[in-house]
């Protein structure tokens, strides 16, 4: 039978939680892997990348941040591979019992690439639900599983945790420096393309999305920092907004496909954020144009909340850019500053043409 999801231990403690939770994991890790040792080396990397930024990690979702952090870093070892991808979400859903939104959740797609998966998976498999799940079943009752290498795990999770403070550390140093900001914007695009925000989804493109806990902040730009609610998204900005947007947009998801569009100043120029909304399942990918210039935003989400999230920009846009900027749709030309492509591809929404008038 499907594995069953402990409480939290009293006082969230990493080793409590590593010891509880290690040989549920080390299956899972089998069920995806196929391979004893590959399982139980996935799960070490899982429980020292944890232990990393534990005090980071949300209390009441604990399993899904390690879940995630299991599945995804799978999937990055083995990039491009369909059936790879096509396995995991079979597991997900018939091992570990999420939902199809849960699952599209962690994965960083769709909810119609999850079913289509599922559906193309159980076909390849020639069993159907419950007879994956006896399978599963039978594959979790033969293995045989150790007892978590805590000293092991609690060493690399602090090297991990050393690297982060000396990158930080260098990052701060190059807010100082006005090209970092632009420079950073080019990192970060490739950076999506070699899945660092996400594992690729069937078209080979990374996703940006990142699954954020409700009210967890997350820094945006120079002196900006963005979190959701339940009731919806929310700014913390140095000065107040320029055109529509205020303080927060709450009231969302909306059922009609929709992209907000707010320009706040910061450090380097101005920086644009907003809300999408009325999607089936997350975004594949939200664009910004700013002159000649195009850019893939970065995408806030809640997990179990499919269909709506924050989108910001990867690094302020210049004065000049900003001129380019208010200069679109004029002339009759349909130009858009932000556009939202579905799971397929297609444009799901678009920015008002004259958003700054709204």
Same mark, same amino acid.
């Given at each position: 039978m499907p594995p069953t999801h402990d409480v939290l231990p009293a006082g969230h403690d990493f080793a409590a939680y590593a010891r509880t939770h290690w040989p549920r994991l080390v299956v899972t890790a089998r069920l995806l892997t196929d391979d004893p040792a590959a399982a139980r080396e996935l799960v070490r990397r899982t429980l020292a990348r944890m232990s990393a930024s534990w005090?980071? +990690?949300? #209390?009441?979702? +604990?399993? *899904? =941040? @390690?879940? /995630?952090? &299991? @599945? #995804?870093? =799978?999937l990055r070892r083995l990039r491009g591979r369909r059936a790879a991808r096509r396995r995991a979400v &079979? +597991? &997900? /859903? *018939?091992?570990?019992? &999420?939902?199809d939104a849960e699952t599209a959740q962690l994965l960083g797609c769709s909810v119609g690439a999850v079913r289509a998966h599922v559906r193309h998976g159980l076909r390849a498999s020639g069993a159907d639900a419950g007879q994956l799940r006896e399978a599963y079943a039978r594959a979790a009752a033969d293995v045989v599983v150790s007892e978590v290498p805590l000293s092991e795990v609690r060493a690399r999770g602090g090297e991990l945790r050393r690297r982060r403070v000396t990158v930080a550390a260098l990052a701060c140093a190059a807010v100082f420096v006005p090209a970092a900001l632009f420079a950073a914007d080019r990192i970060g695009a490739g950076m999506e393309q070699d899945g660092a925000y996400g594992v690729r989804d069937e078209g080979g493109a990374a996703s940006p999305v990142r699954v954020v806990a409700p009210g967890e902040r997350v820094t945006a730009g120079p002196g900006v920092r963005v979190w959701l609610t339940a009731d919806g998204a929310h700014w913390a900005v140095p000065v107040p907004t320029v055109g529509p947007g205020g303080q927060d947009d709450t009231g969302v998801p909306r059922d009609e496909p929709g992209v907000s569009l707010r320009m706040d100043g910061v450090s380097g120029g101005f920086l644009l954020s907003g809300v999408f909304h009325g999607l089936d399942g997350e975004p594949d990918r939200i664009e910004v144009r700013t002159g000649e210039r195009r850019s893939t935003a970065k995408v806030l989400v809640l997990a179990g909340s499919p269909g709506w999230g924050l989108w910001y920009a990867s690094a302020p846009v210049s004065d000049d850019d900003m001129k380019s900027v208010l200069s679109l749709g004029k002339g009759g030309k349909d130009e858009r500053i932000v556009t939202v492509y579905d799971a397929s591809g297609q444009v799901a929404a678009r920015s008002a043409l004259e958003w700054w008038r709204i």
């Open positions: 005090r980071r +990690v949300p #209390r009441d979702d +604990v399993d *899904f =941040h @390690v879940r /995630r952090c &299991l @599945v #995804r870093g =799978h &079979l +597991v &997900l /859903r *018939f091992w570990e019992g &999420l939902t």
